[in-house]
């Protein structure tokens, strides 16, 4: 789903999610039009009065590491000038290739990523549950 503001923002959202998964802004800051999708070339096609934007919906999603970047971004937004924004982080030159290099994954399933993450864990372990309790509801 597709949302375009007045303050000429787009941003995408998993029905799923309360917060977009990516938002971009366009340039002159003017009311957004429109908003389609061209499926085919998994394009987002957003409209202001001054211009159109052609851009990939996937750009911000990156293969290695989904989950850690899903996180990043579903994180409360922080402004100040040390902080930044924490989805930025995908695109700097100091960790993107954390992102984009596959000897980086990190194996959310292992004992050691559990070990160091045990409230991560716990938390996964829940969601897990309450799936499985949904499924068997569904039955």
């Known amino acids: ?15 799923r999610s309360p917060r977009p998964f990516l938002t971009k802004e366009h340039q ?4 957004i039009k429109q908003v389609l999708f061209h499926r085919e070339q998994n394009l987002v096609i957003s409209a202001d009065s001054k211009q159109v934007k052609f ?16 996180r990043l971004m579903d994180a409360p937004k922080v402004k100040s000038k ?4 924490m989805d930025k982080v995908m695109e700097d030159d100091r960790f993107k290739m954390l992102f984009k290099n596959p000897d980086f994954q990190v194996d959310e399933e292992s004992d050691e990523f559990k070990r160091l993450h045990p409230v991560l864990s ?6 897990s549950s309450l799936a499985e309790d949904r499924l068997s509801e569904d039955d």
Do not use: C
Not at 122 to 127: I, M, S
């Open 55 to 70: 851009w990939n919906a996937n750009s911000k999603l990156p293969k290695v590491n989904r989950a850690l970047a899903q």
């Open 82 to 85: 040390k902080a930044g924004d």
């Open 122 to 127: 716990k938390h996964q372990q829940k969601q």
């Open 28 to 31: 002159y800051e003017e009311p």
């Open 1 to 15: 789903m597709a949302v375009g503001t007045s303050w000429g923002q787009v941003s995408l959202f998993d029905i």
